[in-house]
T-cell receptor
Framework: AQSVTQLDSQVPVFEEAPVELRCNYS??????LFWYVQYPNQGLQLLLK??????LVKGINGFEAEFNKSQTSFHLRKPSVHISDTAEYFC??????????FGGGTRVLVKP | KAGVTQTPRYLIKTRGQQVTLSCSPI?????VSWYQQTPGQGLQFLFE???????NKGNFPGRFSGRQFSNSRSEMNVSTLELGDSALYLC??????????????FGPGTRLLVL
């Protein structure tokens, strides 16, 4: 079985400041890793994913994440946030052929 | 390419009724998964279908059921609705090509309110 912990439930940040959202996971098998964003009253949009290869993954809207196998982490970063980045962010893991398991989410509030 | 579509987008039902939600996957995707999202429990997996067969199932009571048709469209049904079934129901589809078959693409969801 897999589990995901998002260490911060809320992250307030000023516009144009950097942000890091932390995600740790637990699994006895190899997993694939994902970050999704959910804007108010919408579904989930895929930001980026790690399937294999380079541990630094670049996604949409200027986000990137780094897979660290030894620390079982997949933290999401953006060097400079915009007001439009205000949303809830979900980290998720999936073993091959299994269900997608989500963390509890991190609400990002970008302040002007 | 059109994304995952879900109908209806909003639904109000009363306790004891039943409801059917529909999901059309991205063209060419054969795997469809369903999730329930609530403020208290977060995102929870309901079930996954591939080529009309249920491949995985979450820990939900038998009141929750689903099916997939030959065109990959999927429906989920909830019978004897309870207040706690009020939630956003999300559908996701996955491609079948090996390099990306583990990636799920989500629809906008159906928001169900049970009164």
């Amino acid at each position: 079985a897999q589990s995901v912990t998002q260490l911060d439930s809320q992250v307030p940040v000023f516009e144009e400041a950097p942000v890091e959202l932390r995600c740790n996971y637990s699994s006895s098998v190899s997993v694939y890793l994902f970050w999704y964003v959910q804007y108010p009253n919408q579904g989930l949009q895929l930001l980026l994913k790690y399937l294999s290869g380079s541990t630094l993954v670049k996604g949409i809207n200027g986000f990137e994440a780094e897979f660290n196998k030894s620390q079982t982490s997949f933290h999401l970063r953006k060097p400079s946030v915009h007001i439009s980045d205000t949303a809830e962010y979900f980290c998720a893991v999936k073993a091959a052929g299994n269900k997608l398991t989500f963390g509890g989410g991190t609400r990002v509030l970008v302040k002007p | 390419k059109a994304g995952v579509t879900q109908t209806p987008r909003y639904l109000i039902k009363t306790r004891g009724q039943q409801v059917t939600l529909s999901c059309s996957p991205i063209s060419g995707h054969r795997s469809v998964s369903w999730y329930q999202q609530t403020p208290g429990q977060g995102l929870q997996f309901l079930f996954e279908y591939f080529s009309e067969t249920q491949r995985n199932k979450g820990n939900f009571p038998g009141r929750f059921s689903g099916r997939q048709f030959s065109n990959s469209r999927s429906e989920m049904n909830v019978s004897t609705l309870e207040l706690g079934d009020s939630a956003l129901y999300l559908c996701a589809s996955s491609p079948t090509y090996r390099a990306d078959q583990e990636t799920q693409y989500f629809g906008p969801g159906t928001r169900l309110l049970v009164l």
